[in-house]
């Protein structure tokens, strides 16, 4: 498998790509151009010439002082070996000749003496060199008409252009060369900003999470993306952090119920006891274990809500049954705590996961059931709000001191340790089932009355 290429390198060829393509233009633009001049010279130079010819051969008294005076007439090509001249009598006999080509000139119209030669009357025709121009005019020798035809061979022009041709091609070349390094070199140097980044990355573990890039100072397009690194990193350390609270919490509270258990243990190991001791020992026992173990359940319960590993499972439920069988499962607790507990609902239904519903519930319960003295009331009511459903819990007694009712929904948090009978998980777990469904818990605390209400939202 071939590994994709850098984006220096990318960018480098690009730019080399785009060089090349307008350094083609631009050279085959010159090209054109020289070429364009050098021939509308040359054409000027052959009107130019032959007009000289037919004005020397104008002032010659007749046909034969043109042979004689042949040398004059060639003098005119001096240094131009290029050029070929014939002049021919009117009856097509030549008078004078430079040079015989092997190819035939074509023949071509004849311009008349008196007019003047123009670069329209020029006219291509081929020499075995390949491209050449020619221009054919009458002239007049004393009383004898002659033709005057002045050719010209164009390789040496065309080796001209090949050479210049050649000195462009290598131009071209070097100049995509320095543009390809020029732009590596220029992308490798912006590039830099990137590479801190990617530093920055390698540099960060859970242990070092607090450092960020700095953003300010960066380039605009590597801002939003040092930006958006920031804040990933932002949450995984409000993560790790959680996570590692969490875990020292949980380490902090099953210590606990595990050092009671085995200094309990170890004291019965000390010496021989009757059966009912070490009964009664067993016993409490067993209440630690399940202690222990609801722990367990409600954190492995708060973490598949953290990891969203939770699926809600909503169905249509009858209110008022489900609070019903709540009340009917708490009562005896409530009988046995000198509590008088009520259910009011209103006859409504709504689209709740049931297992989560009882957790929830079941958690506010045991909570209300644990913070109302003897001669109290614990009240467990559904009514239509505005914005949905609303079950509520409330009971009687002192109530919860302000400065705990921002943190009671936090693990791990008890605000009167004496009381509770958790490891201060219920209410954290309550949120997280009101979060799952959308909707939200509050609590209101007065003296002599706390209720908690859990709004479902209409969906
Ligand atoms: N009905 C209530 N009346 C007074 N205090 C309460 C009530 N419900 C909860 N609390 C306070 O909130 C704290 C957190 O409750 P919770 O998360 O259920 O933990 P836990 O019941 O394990 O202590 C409790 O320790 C208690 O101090
Ligand atoms: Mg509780």
Redesign the pocket.
Same mark, same amino acid.
């Given at each position: 498998m071939s590994r994709p290429l850098s984006l220096t390198l990318r960018v480098a060829l690009l730019l080399a790509a785009v060089s090349v393509a307008s350094f083609v233009a631009v050279g085959a633009y010159l090209y054109h151009a020289l070429q364009r001049q050098m021939s509308s010279r040359d054409d000027v130079e052959l009107i130019v010439k032959a007009d000289q010819v037919r004005h020397l051969i104008a002032g010659m008294p007749s046909a034969d002082a043109v042979r004689q005076e042949a040398h004059a007439l060639k003098d005119t090509l001096y240094g131009h070996n290029d050029f070929m001249l014939r002049v021919n009598a009117a009856d097509g006999k030549p008078l004078l000749q430079t040079s015989v080509t092997s190819r035939p000139l074509p023949q071509v119209d004849s311009v008349p003496a008196q007019r003047a030669l123009t670069l329209d009357d020029i006219h291509d025709w081929q020499p075995a060199s390949g491209i050449g121009r020619m221009v054919r005019a009458a002239g007049q020798a004393g009383a004898d008409p002659v033709q005057v035809t002045l050719a010209r061979e164009r390789s040496d022009r065309l080796r001209v252009l090949r050479v210049y041709a050649g000195d462009l091609l290598l131009a071209l070349g070097c100049g995509a060369l320095l543009a390809t390094l020029l732009g590596y070199a220029i992308v490798h140097r912006s590039m830099r900003q990137l590479r801190s980044v990617v530093a920055k990355a390698n540099d960060i573990s859970t242990s070092r999470m607090n450092s960020r890039l700095s953003v300010q100072d960066a380039p605009v397009e590597l801002r939003e993306l040092g930006s958006a690194f920031n804040a990933m990193l932002n949450r995984l350390e409000d993560g790790v952090q959680r996570l590692s609270g969490f875990a020292a919490d949980l380490a902090h509270d099953m210590r606990t119920p595990l050092n009671t258990l085995m200094m309990e243990t170890q004291v019965a190991l000390s010496r021989a006891r009757p059966v009912e001791e070490y009964q009664s020992l067993l016993a409490s026992n067993l209440e630690e274990y399940e202690r222990l173990s609801r722990m367990i359940d409600n954190t492995l319960f708060l973490a598949r809500v953290d990891n969203a590993q939770l699926a809600l499972q909503r169905e249509p439920l009858d209110l008022p049954a489900e609070l019903q069988r709540i009340h009917d499962y708490f009562e005896f607790l409530a009988d046995d705590a000198g509590v008088r507990l009520s259910v009011q609902a209103e006859p409504l239904r709504a689209s709740i996961d049931p297992v989560l519903l009882q957790r929830a519930v079941s958690?506010l319960m *045991? @909570? *209300?059931l *644990? #913070?109302t003295p003897a001669g109290g009331t614990v009240a467990l009511s559904a009514r239509q709000v505005e914005e949905g459903v609303e079950i509520a819990v409330a @009971?009687s $007694?002192p $109530?919860?001191e302000r400065a #705990?009712l921002p943190h009671?929904f936090d693990r791990y948090?008890? *605000?009167?340790q004496a009381? !509770?009978? $958790?490891? $201060? /998980?219920? /209410? !954290?777990i309550v949120r997280a089932i009101m979060e799952l469904h959308g909707g939200n818990i509050s609590v209101a !605390?007065h003296a002599g009355l706390?209720t908690?209400s859990l709004l479902f939202k209409k969906i």
């Open positions: 958690n *045991a @909570n *209300a *644990a #913070h @009971n $007694g $109530g919860i #705990h009671i948090y008890r *605000a009167d009381r !509770s009978a $958790g490891a $201060g /998980l219920g /209410l !954290s !605390s706390t908690f």
